[in-house]
Protein backbone atom coordinates (compact mmCIF):
# COMPACT_ATOMS: atom_id res chain seq x y z
CA UNK A 1 0.00 0.00 0.00
CA UNK A 2 2.74 2.44 0.89
CA UNK A 3 4.82 1.31 -2.32
CA UNK A 4 1.61 2.17 -4.35
CA UNK A 5 1.09 5.99 -2.65
CA UNK A 6 5.05 6.61 -2.62
CA UNK A 7 5.18 5.76 -6.85
CA UNK A 8 3.03 9.27 -7.25
CA UNK A 9 5.56 10.87 -6.17
CA UNK A 10 8.45 9.60 -7.96
CA UNK A 11 6.15 9.76 -11.29
CA UNK A 12 5.93 13.58 -10.40
CA UNK A 13 9.41 14.29 -9.93
CA UNK A 14 10.24 13.01 -13.36
CA UNK A 15 7.34 14.67 -14.75
CA UNK A 16 8.51 17.77 -13.75
CA UNK A 17 12.10 17.13 -14.60
CA UNK A 18 10.83 16.13 -18.29
CA UNK A 19 8.90 19.23 -18.64
CA UNK A 20 11.59 21.61 -17.71
CA UNK A 21 13.81 19.89 -19.58
CA UNK A 22 11.53 20.34 -22.73
CA UNK A 23 10.55 23.76 -21.54
CA UNK A 24 12.60 25.67 -18.65
CA UNK A 25 9.52 27.99 -18.09
CA UNK A 26 6.58 26.09 -18.61
CA UNK A 27 5.86 25.81 -14.97
CA UNK A 28 6.41 29.63 -14.09
CA UNK A 29 3.72 30.23 -17.19
CA UNK A 30 1.18 27.77 -15.99
CA UNK A 31 1.21 29.18 -12.98
CA UNK A 32 0.13 32.73 -14.18
CA UNK A 33 -3.15 31.23 -15.20
CA UNK A 34 -5.59 29.35 -17.39
CA UNK A 35 -7.45 30.13 -20.23
CA UNK A 36 -8.22 26.96 -22.26
CA UNK A 37 -10.58 26.43 -24.96
CA UNK A 38 -11.91 23.45 -24.39
CA UNK A 39 -14.24 21.65 -21.45
CA UNK A 40 -14.24 17.90 -21.53
CA UNK A 41 -17.07 15.89 -19.88
CA UNK A 42 -15.70 12.25 -19.43
CA UNK A 43 -15.79 9.54 -17.00
CA UNK A 44 -14.00 8.86 -14.39
CA UNK A 45 -12.55 5.40 -15.18
CA UNK A 46 -8.56 5.78 -14.81
CA UNK A 47 -8.55 4.15 -18.48
CA UNK A 48 -9.42 7.85 -20.18
CA UNK A 49 -7.54 10.54 -18.74
CA UNK A 50 -8.40 13.73 -21.01
CA UNK A 51 -4.73 14.85 -21.29
CA UNK A 52 -3.08 11.93 -22.70
CA UNK A 53 -5.71 10.46 -25.06
CA UNK A 54 -5.81 14.22 -26.64
CA UNK A 55 -2.41 14.86 -26.54
CA UNK A 56 -2.74 18.15 -24.59
CA UNK A 57 -0.56 19.83 -22.07
CA UNK A 58 -1.95 20.87 -18.60
CA UNK A 59 -3.71 24.41 -19.06
CA UNK A 60 -5.06 23.00 -22.22
CA UNK A 61 -7.96 21.61 -21.09
CA UNK A 62 -10.64 22.16 -18.60
CA UNK A 63 -12.08 18.76 -17.16
CA UNK A 64 -14.72 17.87 -15.06
CA UNK A 65 -15.67 13.59 -15.01
CA UNK A 66 -18.17 11.36 -13.20
CA UNK A 67 -19.61 7.54 -13.23
CA UNK A 68 -20.59 7.20 -17.43
CA UNK A 69 -19.82 10.78 -18.07
CA UNK A 70 -23.37 11.88 -17.60
CA UNK A 71 -24.92 15.82 -17.57
CA UNK A 72 -27.76 15.57 -14.81
CA UNK A 73 -29.39 18.49 -13.84
CA UNK A 74 -28.97 18.59 -10.31
CA UNK A 75 -25.65 17.76 -10.20
CA UNK A 76 -24.52 20.94 -8.99
CA UNK A 77 -20.81 19.52 -8.94
CA UNK A 78 -21.15 19.37 -12.96
CA UNK A 79 -23.22 22.72 -13.35
CA UNK A 80 -20.41 25.09 -11.11
CA UNK A 81 -17.67 23.77 -13.40
CA UNK A 82 -20.09 24.04 -16.75
CA UNK A 83 -20.88 27.76 -15.44
CA UNK A 84 -17.24 28.27 -14.87
CA UNK A 85 -16.10 27.17 -18.10
CA UNK A 86 -18.58 28.95 -20.10
CA UNK A 87 -18.25 32.37 -18.36
CA UNK A 88 -15.23 32.80 -16.95
CA UNK A 89 -12.88 30.85 -19.09
CA UNK A 90 -15.35 31.20 -21.95
CA UNK A 91 -14.24 27.81 -23.64
CA UNK A 92 -14.85 27.33 -27.14
CA UNK A 93 -15.84 24.06 -27.32
CA UNK A 94 -17.35 21.66 -24.77
CA UNK A 95 -16.78 17.88 -25.34
CA UNK A 96 -18.74 14.60 -23.58
CA UNK A 97 -16.32 11.53 -23.79
CA UNK A 98 -17.50 7.98 -24.04
CA UNK A 99 -15.73 5.37 -23.94
CA UNK A 100 -16.69 1.56 -25.06
CA UNK A 101 -16.73 -0.84 -22.69
CA UNK A 102 -17.61 1.92 -20.14
CA UNK A 103 -18.48 -0.38 -17.22
CA UNK A 104 -21.28 2.23 -15.97
CA UNK A 105 -23.34 1.72 -19.11
CA UNK A 106 -22.86 -1.99 -18.93
CA UNK A 107 -24.45 -2.07 -15.30
CA UNK A 108 -27.29 0.02 -16.86
CA UNK A 109 -28.06 -2.13 -19.00
CA UNK A 110 -28.64 -4.95 -16.73
CA UNK A 111 -30.76 -5.65 -13.64
CA UNK A 112 -28.61 -6.28 -10.57
CA UNK A 113 -28.26 -4.18 -7.96
CA UNK A 114 -24.68 -2.64 -7.49
CA UNK A 115 -24.98 -0.42 -5.11
CA UNK A 116 -25.87 3.56 -4.63
CA UNK A 117 -24.55 4.24 -7.89
CA UNK A 118 -28.33 2.59 -9.18
CA UNK A 119 -29.77 5.95 -8.72
CA UNK A 120 -27.00 7.54 -10.89
CA UNK A 121 -27.42 4.37 -13.51
CA UNK A 122 -30.90 5.03 -13.99
CA UNK A 123 -29.86 8.41 -15.85
CA UNK A 124 -28.17 5.71 -18.14
CA UNK A 125 -31.91 3.27 -17.93
CA UNK A 126 -33.52 6.52 -19.19
CA UNK A 127 -31.97 6.84 -22.37
CA UNK A 128 -32.25 2.94 -23.11
CA UNK A 129 -35.80 3.40 -22.62
CA UNK A 130 -35.67 6.24 -25.11
CA UNK A 131 -33.96 4.22 -27.87
CA UNK A 132 -35.18 1.18 -26.81
CA UNK A 133 -36.16 -0.51 -30.38
CA UNK A 134 -33.21 0.33 -31.65
CA UNK A 135 -30.85 -0.99 -29.14
CA UNK A 136 -33.34 -4.43 -28.55
CA UNK A 137 -33.02 -5.00 -32.13
CA UNK A 138 -29.26 -5.47 -31.73
CA UNK A 139 -28.21 -9.06 -31.14
CA UNK A 140 -25.11 -8.90 -29.93
CA UNK A 141 -24.88 -7.98 -26.41
CA UNK A 142 -21.47 -6.38 -27.08
CA UNK A 143 -22.80 -4.50 -30.34
CA UNK A 144 -25.36 -3.37 -27.90
CA UNK A 145 -23.79 -1.65 -25.35
CA UNK A 146 -21.20 -0.40 -27.92
CA UNK A 147 -24.42 1.76 -29.18
CA UNK A 148 -25.84 2.75 -25.97
CA UNK A 149 -22.34 3.86 -25.23
CA UNK A 150 -22.98 6.06 -28.56
CA UNK A 151 -26.47 7.09 -27.28
CA UNK A 152 -25.64 8.06 -24.26
CA UNK A 153 -23.26 10.70 -25.58
CA UNK A 154 -25.49 12.12 -27.83
CA UNK A 155 -28.02 12.32 -25.15
CA UNK A 156 -25.90 14.22 -22.57
CA UNK A 157 -24.67 16.37 -25.77
CA UNK A 158 -28.47 17.56 -26.07
CA UNK A 159 -29.02 17.82 -21.89
CA UNK A 160 -26.02 20.38 -22.08
CA UNK A 161 -28.06 22.23 -24.39
CA UNK A 162 -30.81 22.31 -22.33
CA UNK A 163 -29.31 24.07 -19.41
CA UNK A 164 -29.65 27.39 -18.69
CA UNK A 165 -25.86 28.09 -19.09
CA UNK A 166 -25.53 27.08 -22.64
CA UNK A 167 -28.62 28.84 -23.84
CA UNK A 168 -27.66 32.34 -22.47
CA UNK A 169 -24.10 31.79 -23.85
CA UNK A 170 -25.10 31.27 -27.29
CA UNK A 171 -27.67 34.30 -26.89
CA UNK A 172 -24.84 36.36 -25.81
CA UNK A 173 -21.53 34.86 -27.18
CA UNK A 174 -22.70 32.51 -30.06
CA UNK A 175 -20.40 30.05 -27.94
CA UNK A 176 -19.95 26.87 -27.02
CA UNK A 177 -19.89 24.42 -29.60
CA UNK A 178 -21.26 21.34 -28.15
CA UNK A 179 -20.12 17.85 -29.12
CA UNK A 180 -20.21 14.21 -28.91
CA UNK A 181 -17.35 11.62 -29.01
CA UNK A 182 -16.48 8.53 -27.93
CA UNK A 183 -12.97 6.29 -27.01
CA UNK A 184 -12.42 3.16 -27.84
CA UNK A 185 -10.00 1.29 -25.73
CA UNK A 186 -8.92 -1.47 -27.78
CA UNK A 187 -7.19 0.96 -30.40
CA UNK A 188 -6.63 4.22 -28.48
CA UNK A 189 -8.54 6.58 -30.95
CA UNK A 190 -11.36 8.80 -30.62
CA UNK A 191 -14.66 8.56 -32.24
CA UNK A 192 -16.71 11.55 -33.63
CA UNK A 193 -20.13 10.98 -33.17
CA UNK A 194 -21.38 14.05 -35.31
CA UNK A 195 -23.66 15.29 -33.22
CA UNK A 196 -22.45 18.74 -32.66
CA UNK A 197 -24.73 21.09 -31.84
CA UNK A 198 -23.60 24.90 -32.68
CA UNK A 199 -26.85 27.24 -31.40
CA UNK A 200 -30.62 26.72 -30.53
CA UNK A 201 -31.49 26.17 -34.64
CA UNK A 202 -30.51 22.91 -33.66
CA UNK A 203 -32.51 22.51 -30.60
CA UNK A 204 -35.87 21.25 -30.08
CA UNK A 205 -38.25 24.27 -29.57
CA UNK A 206 -39.82 23.21 -25.98
CA UNK A 207 -35.88 23.78 -24.87
CA UNK A 208 -35.02 26.97 -26.39
CA UNK A 209 -35.69 30.08 -23.77
CA UNK A 210 -36.46 33.25 -24.74
CA UNK A 211 -34.09 35.93 -25.30
CA UNK A 212 -33.00 37.60 -22.01
CA UNK A 213 -33.69 34.41 -20.01
CA UNK A 214 -33.08 34.33 -16.58
CA UNK A 215 -29.64 32.68 -15.69
Known sequence: MEES???IFEGNRKWVDDMNEQDPAFFAKLAKGQKPPLLWIGCSDSRVPANEITGTLPGEVFVHRNIANMVVHTDMSMLSVLDYAVNILEVKH???CGHYGCGG???????????LIDNWLRHIKDVYRIHQAELDAIPD?????RRLVELNVIEQVYDLCKTSIIQNAWTKTKRPYVHGVVYDLNNGLLVDLN???RDNSEMADIYVFDDGAVV
Not at 141 to 145: D, N, P, S, Y
Request: charged share 10%; glycine share 12%.
Open 5 to 7: YSK
Open 94 to 96: VIV
Open 105 to 115: VLAAMGNTQVG
Open 141 to 145: AIERG
Open 195 to 197: CTV
